[in-house]
Every structure is written in structure tokens, then in C-alpha cells.
């Protein structure tokens, strides 16, 4: 199983960015997908989850009417619109999937697998 997330970079604040997350070797769809991103040094934050048909998806309060979370699961992949960003968003972020519920826990310890993370930087 591979999780491989992309489309990180440097953006502007109040700038917009589009996050991937493709995954290989797994029933994509019996798979719940979330994004968690991290600071170094600081614990990891929830950002989005969204269950394994696309119909339901949950946020974190810090990116909440910001973000959207959406899935391709004919290409299977999940995407992180990523809009009017704010320094704050500076971080890795990771891709993870969770087997058996429609959303990921928000604490991001019942994983199954997990993605190398892709940097984003806010910055003018």
C-alpha cells in the first residue's frame, strides 16, 4: 500500500493551494481518507477527513470554510483545496487512511497507513 501526497510549495497569504493524496494497492473506497499536518516539535493537528464514498467530511476548527476535502475515487485520490491561506498553515502535511469507518479518528492513531507528507509554506 502507498500513500503519496503532493502539491505542496510556497504560496502567498490569502493565496490558494490544491493538496493531493494518490493511493496504490489498497480498495480505495472501503477507506476513509484524512489530512493531518505538523510543525516540527509540535503535536500533529487534525485538518480533514472525508468518508470512503465522498459523501461525508469533517474539519478542523482552525481550517474550517477555508479548506475543502474532496475524492476521486475513480483515480483514487483524494484532493485538499487549500483557500485564503494564513501563515499559520505553514506545515508537513500527511495523508492517511483508515479501514472500517467513514471518517478517521481525529487524533489520527487508528491509521492504517500513512503517506511521506509534502511541505507547505505560507509566506509573502
Known amino acids: 500500500v502507498q500513500l503519496q501526497a503532493s502539491g505542496g510549495g510556497l504560496v502567498q497569504p490569502g493565496g490558494f493551494l490544491r493538496l493531493s493524496c494518490a493511493a496504490s494497492?489498497?480498495?480505495?473506497?472501503?477507506?476513509?481518507i484524512g489530512w493531518f499536518r505538523q510543525i516540527p516539535g509540535l503535536e500533529r493537528e487534525f485538518v480533514a477527513t472525508?468518508?470512503?464514498?465522498?459523501?461525508?467530511?469533517l474539519y478542523g476548527r482552525s481550517v474550517k470554510d477555508r479548506f475543502r476535502i474532496s475524492r476521486d475515487n475513480g483515480q483514487n485520490t483524494v484532493y485538499l483545496q487549500m483557500n485564503n491561506v494564513k501563515p499559520e498553515d505553514t506545515a508537513v502535511y500527511y495523508c492517511?487512511?483508515?479501514?472500517?469507518?467513514?471518517?478517521?479518528?481525529?487524533?489520527?492513531?487508528?491509521?492504517?497507513?500513512w503517506g511521506k507528507g509534502t511541505l507547505v509554506t505560507v509566506s509573502s
Open positions: 494497492g489498497l480498495t480505495f473506497t472501503k477507506y476513509a
Open positions: 472525508i468518508s470512503g464514498n465522498g459523501i461525508s467530511a
Open positions: 492517511g487512511a483508515e479501514g472500517d469507518t467513514y471518517q478517521v479518528r481525529t487524533d489520527g492513531i487508528g491509521m492504517d497507513y
